[in-house]
């Protein structure tokens, strides 16, 4: 990592210097606009051409000849204002910053916000998100997640067909837009997580391959080739993607980065790549004096992945995991086809709540053979939780978000899950006011042969569900449009009572979070779980669909209770449970149909005391 940055630098004033990894070219000619002759880069032993060279300001745009005659866009540029299929452009990525004295990520009071870019605001811009940011604040967001914001081909896209991992999609506003953003997000106190994608790139302007062994063929992914993380020559492509990690803690002053599906970073090397990466992430943190974060998406359900290296981990801070989602969905919705088959009792909503994950090393009769690894040593700041989220959503066939195949009190009862729960909560945009639009799947590729592909693609993946219809055209601009959120409703009706639902879920969460974790007790005749939290708050969780009595073990002494989700104040039918309880060691209780309950002490610590 002792080399120069790849891709173009900018020296000084009129100079700049060019690095590209490209092992396998003899040579590597610098075409830069308006100039009928190339200039050659030197090459060295390991495969990369260097150079530096005058007369080229920040704004020259470029492109690279390679030695068998194609000519390309730098495979580490920092803009592409054409696109993907465009020249590259010399950017300067100083910026005024102004968050000095900025401490980084808050690994104590994380609340996620995942946010689209694109379909957050009808303008789809970073500059168009700022105006919301206050409110997210003052809800209790801690920290934006910003999806993939790497180029991709055209202007719709989810991210994860980006192509030019350094280079911010030039449609959002590009990286001055995006260090604008980061900027305001922490004057206002708030984190920002981006989310990337190393475990493969888009098939739309797709130009590492050109330059060297970027991918193998010794393992495949749900997108094709894998990343060649552990092949010959392996070094340069690591290089080139932990270099571009570091380029978003240093020169964008992300907090904290979110892998997109490490179970797909197919990588057998003694080091692994993901191991080395958040090694290098956190030095850089240490060095700037901030605290930074690598967040892993994981299928695999194993807690080696934010283990230790001294315990023989990876290093990372946390990882996603579905299982809280999953079963929550299952309990509210009834669906069972595809991976919801593993779910549908409450026992296994109890095992997600007390260790983070339903699977840690049981059967699992969707994937047919044990899933997960025994859990003995996470605490909650390693696990993120969601009960919606960019994928649960845009991976239904029609979008739909959870409010929209749900009753209002399944709505508010999946909050109470979520926001209650030990873990870190993931909101997804829209969720805290009950938003309607929904988020399907979009795309604007070029390639004819490229779009039939992709529809086809979506048809096959939904054969495991029992969904009926058909496919809405991913290609087609409606589905984007449709996608876009309508921010207007969080102040209008049942709407505006969701966002208030959210604030007061979250300010209590706050004050619960300060009194450690959860004991669960699962009634599963009865549709109910009791979760105790440290004998100073309890909560109970009712999913049936009719009123019933329950008794309960409960800690002695007086309760006060602090939430009802079936309180007339948030359009319920109407609670019988007491505003104080005295317990003896038991109590019974009246639980409305698919309701929370949350009681405490009569004292918690109040926001400040933690």
């Given at each position: 990592m002792s080399r120069r940055r790849l891709g173009a630098t900018p020296v000084d004033g009129e100079r700049c210097h060019f690095s590209v990894w490209a092992p396998e070219q003899a040579r590597v000619e610098l075409f830069v606009e308006g100039e009928s002759h190339p200039r050659a880069l030197e090459r060295d032993d390991l495969g990369y051409h260097q150079a530096v060279f005058e007369r080229v300001p920040a704004g020259t745009r470029y492109l690279y000849r390679l030695a068998d005659g194609k000519d390309r866009p730098d495979p580490a540029s920092r803009f592409q204002?054409?696109?993907?299929?465009?020249?590259?452009?010399?950017?300067?990525?100083?910026?005024?910053?102004?968050?000095?004295?900025?401490?980084?990520?808050?690994?104590?009071?994380?609340?996620?916000?995942?946010?689209?870019?694109?379909?957050?605001?009808?303008?789809?811009?970073?500059?168009?998100?700022?105006?919301?940011?206050?409110?997210?604040?003052?809800?209790?967001?801690?920290?934006?997640?910003?999806?993939?914001v790497a180029q991709f081909p055209g202007s719709r896209n989810w991210g994860y067909d980006g192509v030019f991992p350094f280079a911010v999609q030039a449609s959002y506003g590009g990286p001055r837009g995006l260090q604008r953003l980061v900027d305001a997000c922490h004057r206002r106190g708030l984190a920002v997580v981006l989310d990337v994608v190393y475990n493969h790139l888009g098939p739309e302007g797709n130009i590492l391959g050109d330059y060297g062994p970027y991918f193998t063929d010794v393992y495949r992914t749900p997108w094709g080739a894998a990343i060649n993380f552990d092949g010959p020559e392996s070094e340069g492509v690591r290089r080139y993607f932990i270099e571009n990690a570091l380029q978003w803690i240093g020169e964008f002053h992300i907090d904290g980065l979110r892998l997109d599906a490490v179970h797909a970073i197919l990588d057998r090397s003694a080091k692994p790549f993901l191991e080395e990466l958040?090694?290098?992430?956190?030095?850089?943190?240490?060095?700037?004096?901030?605290?930074?974060?690598?967040?892993?998406?994981?299928?695999?359900?194993?807690?080696?992945?934010?283990?230790?290296?001294?315990?023989?981990?990876?290093?990372?801070?946390?990882?996603?995991?579905?299982?809280?989602?999953?079963?929550?969905?299952?309990?509210?919705?009834?669906?069972?086809?595809?991976?919801?088959?593993?779910?549908?009792?409450?026992?296994?909503?109890a095992r997600a709540w007390e260790r983070g994950m339903t699977y840690a090393g049981e059967y699992s009769r969707y994937r047919k053979r044990r899933h997960g690894r025994p859990v003995t040593d996470l605490e909650r700041q390693h696990i993120v939780v969601s009960v919606q989220n960019h994928d649960q959503i845009g991976n239904r066939m029609f979008g739909e978000r959870l409010g929209a195949i749900v009753d209002f009190e399944s709505e508010k009862l999946a909050a109470g899950v979520l926001l209650m729960s030990p873990?870190?909560?993931?909101?997804?945009?829209?969720?805290?006011?009950?938003?309607?639009?929904?988020?399907?799947?979009?795309?604007?590729?070029?390639?004819?042969?490229?779009?039939?592909?992709?529809?086809?693609g979506r048809r096959d993946e939904f054969r495991s569900f029992d969904w009926k219809g058909e496919v809405p055209d991913p290609q087609s601009e409606e589905a984007f449009r449709r996608s876009v959120l309508n921010h207007e409703l969080r102040v209008q009706g049942r709407h505006a009572l969701v966002h208030e639902l959210y604030r007061e879920l979250l300010g209590l969460r706050w004050r619960l979070l300060a009194i450690g974790m959860d004991d669960t007790i699962?009634?599963?005749?009865?549709?109910?779980?009791?979760?105790?939290?440290?004998?100073?708050?309890?909560?109970m969780f009712h999913f049936g669909q009719e009123p019933i009595p329950l008794?309960?073990?409960?800690?002695?002494?007086?309760?006060?209770?602090?939430?009802?989700?079936?309180?007339?104040?948030?359009?319920?039918?109407?609670?019988?449970?007491?505003?104080?309880?005295?317990?003896?060691?038991?109590?019974?209780?009246?639980?409305?149909?698919?309701?929370?309950?949350?009681?405490?002490?009569?004292?918690l610590p109040d926001q400040g005391e933690a």
């Open positions: 204002p054409e696109g993907v299929h465009g020249a590259s452009e010399v950017l300067d990525l100083g910026f005024e910053w102004t968050d000095r004295g900025w401490v980084g990520y808050p690994t104590s009071s994380c609340v996620l916000y995942e946010l689209h870019v694109g379909t957050f605001t009808t303008d789809g811009t970073f500059d168009a998100v700022v105006g919301h940011l206050d409110r997210l604040r003052e809800l209790g967001i801690t920290v934006v997640e910003i999806m993939p958040a090694a290098e992430v956190h030095a850089l943190g240490e060095r700037v004096g901030r605290r930074v974060a690598v967040i892993a998406e994981s299928d695999l359900n194993d807690p080696r992945l934010v283990r230790s290296t001294a315990l023989g981990g990876f290093g990372l801070d946390s990882m996603w995991c579905d299982d809280l989602h999953h079963a929550t969905h299952v309990l509210l919705t009834g669906e069972t086809n595809g991976y919801y088959e593993d779910f549908g009792k409450v026992e296994h909503l873990f870190v909560p993931l909101i997804f945009m829209g969720q805290e006011y009950g938003e309607t639009a929904p988020f399907q799947y979009f795309v604007s590729h070029g390639d004819p042969e490229l779009r039939k592909a992709v529809r086809e699962c009634f599963e005749a009865r549709n109910a779980l009791l979760t105790l939290r440290d004998r100073r708050a309890w909560m008794m309960v073990p409960l800690p002695e002494g007086r309760w006060v209770k602090a939430f009802d989700s079936a309180e007339a104040k948030w359009q319920g039918p109407g609670s019988d449970l007491p505003e104080t309880l005295d317990s003896e060691g038991e109590a019974e209780l009246s639980l409305p149909a698919r309701s929370f309950a949350v009681y405490c002490r009569e004292k």
